[in-house]
């Protein structure tokens, strides 16, 4: 491929993967009509990005947040998902291991990617071991 056309074929992919994000931005903050007790200083928010398609995936995270004081608010999609707390969850954070605070979940298990790459890798063993 010519060098020229690759660069503007990259120019135009970065351009639409910032404008999915910005939009992305953009649905999270206006997606949720918080009330006037929710944005008076009392609850903090947060959204937990993982891979949520499956009932069991999105319990698991909520169990996962429920430790530390989180509540479901709503599921943006199967990789998003709003959650607040009380701000007074965090006086018990001192006597919790982990970080209230993460935002990528350990409950929601591997995605497509990582099922890919331990496929890649068991496939490229096999082969070595066959060799």
Known sequence: MFPVIHAALAAQQHSAAEREKAR???EEESMTGYGADETSGQWQFK???GTFKTAQQV???QQEQGEYGWILVEIFDQHRIRF????SETSKDQYRE???YATLSKA????CGAAMVLLAVVVGGMYCWLC
């Open 24 to 26: 992305r931005r953009e």
């Open 47 to 49: 959204i937990v990005r």
């Open 59 to 61: 319990e698991a995270v």
């Open 84 to 87: 607040k707390r009380h701000v």
């Open 98 to 100: 982990g970080n209230p």
């Open 108 to 111: 929601s298990g591997p995605g």
